[in-house]
């Protein structure tokens, strides 16, 4: 048999290890080398930042507090809680506006993005986090996977949801539990192909559109959704939702955005970062 058909291709060579002062205990167990980033969008959320503050893990590397101009002492809390912490002063409005303000300030090789109002909970972050390190571009939270959950769905959102994420999987073949949830995690390097250009609530829902679009790897991880602490919610169900719909009807009309090329070969878990 002629060499040339038994030979294999060789193998694209594996990043070196980081050096073991590089890696973050998540727990006993399990440690990462990449940093991670959380973005909270916030506007008079003052009473509510110590409730969510408190759920955030101590391993994490740079919190990005976007002020969307608060006539209350957020900032003053934020900073008062963690003193580390940085501020972003939002200079458009809506939701979409301020992450896209926070990632951009990110300095981390992951970033998440969580609800101020408490509805979010941090001790989840883990979960995002591990999916990222072992394989996922884009890992997004779901209310309706076995161990989701929520106590604020009321019957409109709950059948919005439904039906625009049924729309989403039909148009981009995707197999999406929650398209309108606030609680997603991603590679920082992947931050071009989101391009975030949206200002409200529909932000989420252009995330994980151009997502699919990209050909990122992605996975959902079970998340529950708590009641706003303090304060009333900025959300309309149907307004927003009208929002959404365009949103979905203008990203399938536009050029399709180019797919990542796909991998030779898998990225074994310690060469995204994790021991």
Not at 30 to 40: L, N
Not at 88 to 99: E, I, R, S, Y
Not at 257 to 275: I, N, S, V, Y
Request: proline share 7%; with cysteine; glycine share 8%.
């Amino acid at each position: 048999m002629s060499p040339d058909i038994t030979k294999q291709p060789a193998k694209p060579p594996l990043r070196s290890m980081p050096p073991i002062e590089r890696f973050t205990p998540l727990t006993p167990h399990v440690a990462i080398s990449p940093t991670v980033s959380v973005v909270v969008p916030a506007m008079n959320e003052a009473e509510n930042l110590p409730h969510v503050f408190a759920t955030l893990p101590q391993w994490i590397d740079e919190i990005v507090l976007v002020d969307g101009n608060s006539v209350d002492d957020t900032v003053a809390v934020a900073k008062r809680l963690r003193p580390n912490v940085r501020v972003v002063t939002q200079t458009g409005k809506g939701k979409g506006d301020a992450l896209a303000a926070g990632f951009a300030a990110c300095t981390s090789d992951i970033i998440v993005m969580i609800d101020a109002d408490g509805s979010t909970d941090g001790r989840e972050i883990i979960q995002f986090v591990g999916a990222l390190v072992t394989g996922a571009d884009f890992v997004k939270g779901s209310r309706y996977a076995a161990g989701g959950g929520s106590d604020d769905l009321t019957f409109t959102r709950t059948f919005g949801n439904k039906v625009l994420t049924g729309l989403v999987n039909m148009i981009y073949g995707t197999q999406y539990s929650d398209l309108c949830y606030g609680y997603n995690a991603f590679w920082a390097r992947h931050l071009d192909a989101l391009n975030i250009d949206c200002t409200g609530f529909e932000v989420e829902t252009l995330m994980n559109i151009r997502a699919a679009k990209a050909g990122l790897k992605i996975q959902e991880v079970p998340s529950h959704e708590r009641c706003r602490i303090h304060g009333e919610s900025n959300l309309h169900a149907v307004r927003d939702g009208i929002r959404v719909l365009k949103t979905i009807i203008r990203e399938w009309r536009a050029k399709p955005t180019t797919l990542l090329p796909e991998p030779q070969t898998a990225t074994p878990a310690a060469d995204q970062g994790a021991a």
